[in-house]
């Protein structure tokens, strides 16, 4: 008696380069889809939502909150050590970022970051 096991059938060489292929044209559209959605200011769902909570104005905290004037101007102090907090962040990424470029790439990243500002 002989025994007959039958092994899975592999891809032939051919058909291995076909899946191959494929796999990479696929990883290569992802890549640059991601690449090109992070440089355009397309949103796939509309606008981005504001922060919570971060679109109101000084007033209106006030007026929602109730808040008394002792409060109002402690809220303006942690406003203002917020927005200076991410300037400074801000401002040492792009520091980084520029020591990485070279002579052409950082005059591109300053004319992309004054289209930034533009907009």
């Not at 104005?57 to 303006?76: A, C, F, G, H, N």
Request: aromatic share 6%; glycine share 4%; with cysteine.
């Amino acid at each position: 008696m002989t025994s007959r096991t039958t092994a899975a059938a592999l891809p032939r060489p051919a058909e291995r380069l076909a899946i191959v292929s494929f796999v990479l044209v696929f990883l290569c559209g992802l890549v640059l889809g991601v690449v090109i959605m992070s440089f355009s200011n397309v949103r796939l769902h509309g606008a981005a939502p504001a922060a919570d909570g971060m679109s109101m104005s000084v007033p209106e905290w006030k007026e929602r909150l109730d808040l008394t004037d002792q409060q109002t101007e402690q809220l303006k102090s942690i406003l203002d050590d917020f927005a200076h907090y991410y300037d400074n962040v801000l401002a040492d990424g792009n520091s980084r970022i520029m020591q990485i470029l070279n002579d052409d790439q950082r005059q591109k990243f300053q004319r992309m970051l004054q289209e930034h500002k533009k907009q």
